[in-house]
Each structure stands twice: as C-alpha cells, then as structure tokens.
C-alpha cells in the first residue's frame, strides 16, 4: 500500500508539472499553471487575434480602440458588451480594477520603455504580460527581420496559453495556404518598390525591416523601399523615399479626417514626391490600422496588395 500511495504521489506531481503552460516572451518565458479565465486585450489587431480564436468570454476588458480608430460593424458584433477600459493607452489602475491574468499588449502598443504600465509596473498585482512580437526589437536589438512568423507565432502563443492550439494550428495552417497560392503568382514577376505611408507629415512615419509591413510587401511580390531602416516603425525623410523613386504606395486609412485619399493628395501637392512613379501614375492602395500590425487581417490586406499592383494575375 506504501508503494502505490508513493507512486501515486509520483503520478500527480508529474501531472501538476505537465499542465505548466510555458511560451516564449521577447527571449523570456512566460509560465501559467493554467489557462488564464480573464485578460484584457489592447489594440485592434491583438483583439482580433483573440476574437479569431473564440476568447470574448475571457476577456474582461480591451483597451486602446475608440480613441484612434473608427470600428467596423463586424468587430461591434464580435465584441458584444466587453467594455473599453481606456480609449488609448491604459494606466495601471484601469487594468487592476479588474483583475486580469493577464494583458495582451506591446511595446509602444499598450505600453512604453519606461511609462506607468509594464510588465515589471504590472507583476507585483499579479498580472502576467504577453508582450506582442513584432514590438520586442523596442527593447532587444538583436532580433530578426520581419516575417509572417509574426502572426503566425503570435496566435500559436495566444492559442497555447488560452487552452485553444488546435484551433490556432487551424487558423495558421488556412493563412499560409492562402500566401502560398498569392507568392506562387506572383514568384517569376518583377517586384515594385512599395512605399508605406501612416498619414502626412514633416518627415515621413513608415516600416523599417522589424514591422510586419516588410514582410506583407515581399509577400504580396513588393520590395519595401525603406527596408533598410533599422527598426520596425520610425521616420524617415521626403528626400530619400522620393530618391527610391516607389511605383506603388500602400496608404494607412485611419478612416477619419480625409483618410488614405487626403494622404494622396497630399503627396500629389508634395515638392519631391509628386515626381515619383507611384504618385504620378496614381498606384496606391488604403489600409486600415488592423491590416497593417500583425493580425488577422494581414492575410486579406496581402491579397489587396497583391491584386492592386498585379492586377493582370488576379
């Protein structure tokens, strides 16, 4: 009787070691002894890679939605009565008040190097951060350049700690056959340069190497001209993206203020990028915010992409 209450005991620590849940966290680890019942999700793509995987009754709260973007009916519906804890970035007492596991953000998504809410500002109330990945370069120089891996890792972390793999492996699996089929069509065609734009300013705001923009351009048979740029999303000047001469633009549309077309027009009445291929033959297309962070609706937006600067193949 000893020996089978000694191996029983065996038996169930081995069970209570199996059931950590452990995934990777910007080159950390980030452990669970269970699925988390109540997180909070910041942002429009991360929300919808949690709706996509069916975690509305997990979700507690989302934060920094309303306060920059216009939702779309679909994304209403989907959300039912979660509330919004803070239209823009959340402070630590929005996310306390209701008592989350765990909160679903980034670096300059949800939370700044140094500001009020952190993963280290968060633990000491028990709440664990899944940080998104395309953001750790903000804190780690030593990352890889932009792939789709982005997203699809994103989701197989997300689906591995919520208790929901199979489902993440069944999204992941129909993404890339959907990017197999766009890359082999476009594979033997000549790669136009690709300039993004996130709206009119001084110095132009776009994607470096590290943003999944990067790695949507080449997939969609681009060649990003700021690639070069070492880091996700930055600044860089009017002078050098005119001199790269782009012969297709991709326009963030905010969906408020005159949205993508004001921003063409405004490059149509710029001194330097009104000479450029793209501007004067009018090759643009606009994205919302959630096609151009990693999300869901990457896939989708890769197919615009695609279609618009190759419309011969599509």
Same mark, same amino acid.
């Given at each position: 009787m000893k020996t089978l209450w000694s191996t029983a005991i065996v038996l169930g620590l081995a069970g209570a070691a199996s059931a950590e849940i452990s995934v990777d966290n910007c080159g950390d680890t980030l452990t669970f002894d269970k699925s988390p019942e109540r997180i909070v999700v910041h942002d429009m793509n991360m929300t919808d890679m949690a709706f996509a995987l069916g975690l509305q009754d997990k979700i507690v709260g989302l934060t920094g939605i309303t306060g920059w973007y216009k939702t779309s009916p679909d994304f209403d519906t989907q959300r039912g009565?979660?509330?919004?804890?803070?239209?823009?970035?959340?402070?630590? *007492?929005?996310?306390? &008040?209701?008592? =989350? %596991?765990?909160?679903?953000?980034?670096? #300059?998504?949800?939370?700044?190097?140094?500001?009020?809410?952190?993963?280290?500002?968060?633990?000491?109330?028990?709440?664990?951060?899944?940080?998104?990945?395309?953001?750790?370069?903000?804190?780690?120089?030593?990352?890889?350049?932009?792939?789709?891996?982005?997203?699809?890792?994103?989701?197989?972390?997300?689906?591995?700690?919520?208790?929901?793999?199979?489902?993440?492996?069944?999204?992941?699996?129909?993404?890339k056959e959907q990017l197999a089929a766009i890359e082999a069509k476009t594979a033997d065609q000549a790669k136009p340069r690709v300039f993004l734009l996130d709206g009119p300013a001084d110095a132009p705001f776009t994607a470096g190497k590290f943003a999944i923009p990067d790695a949507m351009i080449a997939a969609a048979g681009g060649t990003n001209v700021t690639h070069d740029?070492?880091?996700?999303?930055?600044?860089?000047?009017? *002078?050098?993206?005119? &001199?790269?001469? =782009? %012969?297709?633009?991709?326009?963030?549309? #905010?969906?408020?203020?005159?949205?993508?077309?004001?921003?063409?027009?405004?490059?149509?009445?710029?001194?330097?990028?009104?000479?450029?291929?793209?501007?004067?033959?009018?090759?643009w297309i606009g994205l919302r915010y959630e096609e151009l962070t990693p999300g869901p609706a990457n896939i989708d937006a890769i197919q615009k992409v695609a279609s618009a600067m190759h419309p011969d193949l599509f």
């Open positions: 009565d979660i509330p919004e804890l803070a239209p823009k970035y959340p402070t630590v *007492e929005n996310l306390v &008040a209701v008592s =989350p %596991e765990m909160f679903f953000a980034g670096w #300059y998504y949800g939370m700044k190097p140094g500001g009020d809410v952190t993963p280290d500002t968060l633990a000491p109330f028990g709440i664990k951060t899944m940080v998104l990945t395309e953001s750790c370069v903000h804190m780690d120089k030593d990352r890889p350049e932009a792939t789709m891996d982005l997203l699809f890792d994103d989701v197989t972390r997300l689906g591995t700690v919520m208790g929901v793999s199979e489902k993440a492996d069944e999204l992941v699996s129909g993404w740029m070492d880091t996700s999303w930055g600044r860089s000047s009017w *002078e050098a993206v005119a &001199a790269s001469n =782009p %012969e297709f633009l991709i326009l963030l549309d #905010y969906s408020n203020g005159d949205g993508a077309e004001g921003t063409f027009k405004f490059l149509q009445e710029h001194p330097v990028m009104q000479h450029t291929d793209a501007v004067k033959n009018g090759r």
